[in-house]
């Protein structure tokens, strides 16, 4: 296939993008801008590094959602944080986190359908209360995980951990998953 049939094909796949793919896409591409730009805007100094991989990533996670450049992308964002930011929980943190979230479940969803395929509601319900769970509960983890830090109670990372394990759990089941293996 000629580079020109290449582009012919890709351009006709844009065009015939259905609805869902285009949302999980933008919405990708958004959060991920956000993320970036909170980070970015932090008055601590940030790894030069950082943008300039995790720009290409973020691009490459918009176009390829099926491909690892979303994983690593999320990984550049909170390594650089980790590496160079103050320990405390702050609002920026936050938002970076529920950023970095929305990045991971919009680009779940669009990796398990074709950019051209018609999604139907109910299959952007499935993924709607999960996601909207998740945006409620990570900063409700996080002014729970600030509480108890700021208390100084022994035993505040067991506390944390177990805020974390019921958030998940809560995922797990509106996402209508179970035990069974049927």
């Known amino acids: ?9 890709w351009l006709a796949q844009v065009r015939a993008a259905g609805e869902g793919a285009v949302a999980a896409r933008l919405s990708t591409a958004v959060a991920g801008a956000v993320a970036l ?13 950082v943008p300039l991989i995790a ?6 996670t918009v176009v390829l959602p099926d491909s690892l450049a979303g994983l ?3 990984v550049v964002v909170a390594g650089g944080w980790l590496m160079r930011a103050p320990a405390e929980i702050s ?29 139907h509601r109910d299959a952007l ?12 509960l990570g900063p409700v983890v996080a002014v729970a995980a600030a509480l108890v830090q700021g208390a100084h109670v022994s035993g ?3 506390v944390t951990v177990a805020a974390l394990l019921l958030a998940t759990a809560t995922l797990w089941f509106a996402s209508g998953q179970s035990f069974n293996r049927d």
């Open 91 to 119: 609002l920026s943190l936050v938002v970076t986190g529920i950023a970095l979230l929305v990045v991971h479940l919009a680009t779940a969803f669009a990796a398990q359908i074709p950019s051209y395929a018609r999604v």
């Open 72 to 74: 690593t992308f999320i």
């Open 37 to 49: 730009g909170v980070a970015g805007a932090q008055g601590w100094d940030q790894l030069d590094l």
């Open 156 to 158: 505040s990372l067991l």
């Open 125 to 136: 319900r499935r993924w709607l209360l999960p996601g909207a769970i998740a945006l409620v």
């Open 1 to 9: 296939m000629t580079p020109s049939e290449k582009i012919s094909l």
């Open 55 to 60: 720009i290409p990533m973020l691009l490459a």
